[in-house]
C-alpha cells in the first residue's frame, strides 16, 4: 500500500457514508425528495472515498490502466456530490417546482462537467471547482431552514457543512498530524468524517419531518 494513512482514512469516509446512506433509506419518509437526494448526497460521497483510497493505496501511477479508470471515477462521484447538494439546497429553500428546475440545472451542469473530465482534464481543481459553489449553496439552504424552523438539529448540520471547508484547507495547505504517519490529505479525511456525521444528524432529522 503506496500511502496507507490516506488510503484507509479514504476507506474509513466510504464506510461511513454508505451506513448514513443506509440508515436515512431506513428511516426517512418515503417519497420525500430530501430523502432521496441525502442517499445520493452520501452514496456518491461513498464511491468517491472508495475509489479515491483505492488509488492512493495500490494505483496511484497516472501511467496504469486502473489509475485511467478510477480517478475519473472518483472525479464524477464527487460531482454527483455537488449535483445533490444542489437539489437539496432547492428543496430547502424553494417550492417543489422551482427545486425541480433547479435541479435540472444542476443536472445539465453535472453532463458538462463530466465530459470534462472524460475528455479535457482530470486535475483535481476541476472536483473543487463544481463542489463549492454547491457546498455554499446547501450552507446558505441549512442556514435559512434553521432561520423558519429554529431547530436546534439543523444547526449541528450547518456546523458540519461549515466543517467541510476547514477539512479543505487544511489539505489545500497541507497540514499534516505527523508529515510521515498522517499527512495532510488524512487528516482531510479524519476531519470530514466528523463533519459528514455532524450533517447525516442533521440528514437524518430534516428526511424524517413530517413538515419540511
Known amino acids: 500500500m503506496t500511502e496507507p494513512d490516506v488510503a484507509l482514512t479514504d476507506y474509513g469516509l466510504a464506510i461511513e457514508s454508505a451506513v448514513f446512506a443506509f440508515l436515512i433509506y431506513r ?15 452520501f452514496g456518491s460521497i461513498s464511491l468517491a472515498s472508495l475509489a479515491g483510497g483505492t488509488v492512493h493505496g495500490f494505483f496511484n501511477d497516472e501511467q496504469a490502466a486502473v ?6 471515477a472518483t472525479l464524477i462521484a ?24 433547479i435541479t ?17 482534464t482530470d486535475e483535481f481543481w476541476i472536483a473543487v471547482a463544481i463542489y463549492v459553489p454547491a457546498a455554499v449553496f446547501l450552507l446558505i439552504a441549512l442556514v435559512g431552514k434553521y432561520r423558519r424552523a429554529k431547530d ?58 413530517r413538515k419540511t
Open 27 to 41: 428511516r426517512g419518509i418515503r417519497g420525500q425528495p430530501l430523502r432521496t437526494w441525502f442517499m445520493v448526497f
Open 67 to 72: 489509475y485511467a479508470i478510477l480517478w475519473p
Open 78 to 101: 464527487i460531482g454527483v456530490t455537488a449535483l445533490a447538494a444542489w437539489a437539496l439546497g432547492a428543496y430547502l429553500l424553494f417550492s417543489p417546482k422551482i427545486a425541480r428546475w
Open 104 to 120: 435540472a440545472a444542476a443536472l445539465v451542469e453535472f453532463t458538462g462537467y463530466s465530459a470534462c473530465v472524460l475528455l479535457l
Open 152 to 209: 436546534r438539529e439543523i444547526v449541528i448540520g450547518i456546523t458540519g457543512l461549515a466543517l467541510t471547508f476547514v477539512a479543505a484547507a487544511v489539505q489545500q495547505a497541507e497540514i499534516p498530524l505527523h508529515p510521515a504517519y498522517f499527512n495532510h490529505n488524512a487528516f482531510y479525511h479524519l476531519i470530514q468524517g466528523v463533519a459528514l456525521f455532524m450533517l447525516f444528524w442533521t440528514a437524518l432529522f430534516l428526511t424524517g419531518e
